[in-house]
């Protein structure tokens, strides 16, 4: 961030000396399935840093409430959530060293690094909770209705629209066509606005979603812009054929172009599949010794809370037997 900023004002202040913390677990990403791994790896005796470049409690933490979360008496808002795991895992010793921009990632030494601005981390093990972002829907205004108008999680927000007169979905591949059934369940109509003249979801999906009579499509066209003042009231769309531009009432958008998992960082060391998510097996080791990955930026079909926390779990625990063995040798 300091180097960026002196860039742009064209300043050079001094080098500062990085700081040196060692480790047993680092764990880079500070979201539901760092933070667990944190958990279990510092009640374990292990010592744990996460490194987090933004504030600590990842995705869920933007989420107004979360209802599937188990345990809870009903609902639980995602950012409470997300700081009682954050006092559970400093309660057991972690530390959590947020608002931490990270440079690199080394590892494939044995000793793994992270190096930010100011800072040089070392351990043995590293787990990596990058998680993951939906693709923005790309429109102005996007950012001020999202979590109130746009969404991209049915399962989570799709609640809030029950007896709503009309659902947006953007997309046309398999979380499109299914959360779209899904959101019938709440919604009198669906709408699924696609790109293509063609979806690209299961036949299975799109025979499903074709046959509900809850569920229309305007094939061939896109969003270009947001209606609504505070609330969204619809949204313009053009059709990339005709190039007629036309408003669609709606009650609420969902937006399913895409997931970006967040890997930038680590995409030339470790083995991503062809969709960008880090290849972990059910241990969720990767194809280096002693790096651990977990949580939505893991190649897996459900990111959820409830699997994140899983997979942190299972990292923290094999990372724990990894230094055993390790230290037996
Ligand atoms: C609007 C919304 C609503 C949702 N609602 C629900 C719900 O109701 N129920 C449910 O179960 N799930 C819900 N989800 C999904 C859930 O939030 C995710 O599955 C979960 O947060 C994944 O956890 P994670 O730790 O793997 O990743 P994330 O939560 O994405 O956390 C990753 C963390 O890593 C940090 N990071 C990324 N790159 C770097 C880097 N280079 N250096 C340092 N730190 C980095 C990020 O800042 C972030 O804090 C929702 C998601 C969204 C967006």
């Known amino acids: ?151 991209y999680c049915a399962t989570c927000d799709g609640a809030m629209y029950q007896d709503a007169e009309n659902i947006i979905v953007v997309g046309g591949g398999n979380s499109a066509v299914e959360e779209s059934i899904f959101l019938t369940k709440f919604a009198k109509h669906v709408t699924i606005v696609h790109q293509f003249d063609h979806f690209q979801a299961s036949k299975t999906a799109q025979e499903e979603a074709l046959a509900n009579n809850k569920i229309s499509v305007i094939w061939d066209s896109e969003v270009r812009s947001i209606i609504g003042e505070k609330h969204l009231t619809g949204v313009q769309i053009e059709n990339v054929k005709t190039h007629e531009m036309s408003a669609v009432n709606a009650n609420g958008t969902f937006v399913y172009i895409g997931m970006q998992p967040r890997t930038q960082l680590f995409k030339d060391q470790l083995k991503i599949n062809d969709w960008g998510y880090i290849e972990g097996n059910d241990e969720m080791r990767t194809n280096i010794e002693g790096v651990f990955v977990a949580g939505d930026v893991r190649s897996k079909t459900v990111r959820q809370v409830a699997t994140a926390v899983g997979d942190g779990a299972v990292a923290a625990v094999n990372a724990e037997r990894y230094l055993a063995s390790k230290n037996k040798k």
């Open 1 to 151: 961030m300091r180097i960026a900023l002196e860039s742009l004002l064209g300043i050079e202040s001094e080098q500062v000396e990085k700081e040196v913390f060692n480790a047993d677990v680092l764990v880079l990403g500070g979201g539901p399935a760092g933070l667990t791994t944190a958990i279990y790896a510092s009640r374990s005796k292990l010592k744990t840093i996460v490194v987090e470049e933004g504030i600590a409690g990842g995705q869920a933490a933007t989420t107004f409430h979360m209802a599937n979360y188990p345990g809870t008496p009903g609902t639980i808002g995602g950012k409470d959530l997300v700081e009682n795991m954050i006092s559970q895992a400093k309660s057991f010793g972690a530390d959590i060293h947020d608002l931490k921009e990270v440079f690199s990632v080394n590892l494939i030494r044995d000793q793994k690094e992270i190096i930010t601005e100011d800072a040089i981390y070392r351990a043995p093990v590293i787990v990596i909770a990058t998680g993951a972002e939906s693709r923005r829907l790309p429109v102005e205004g996007e950012a001020d209705f999202r979590g109130n108008g746009i969404h």
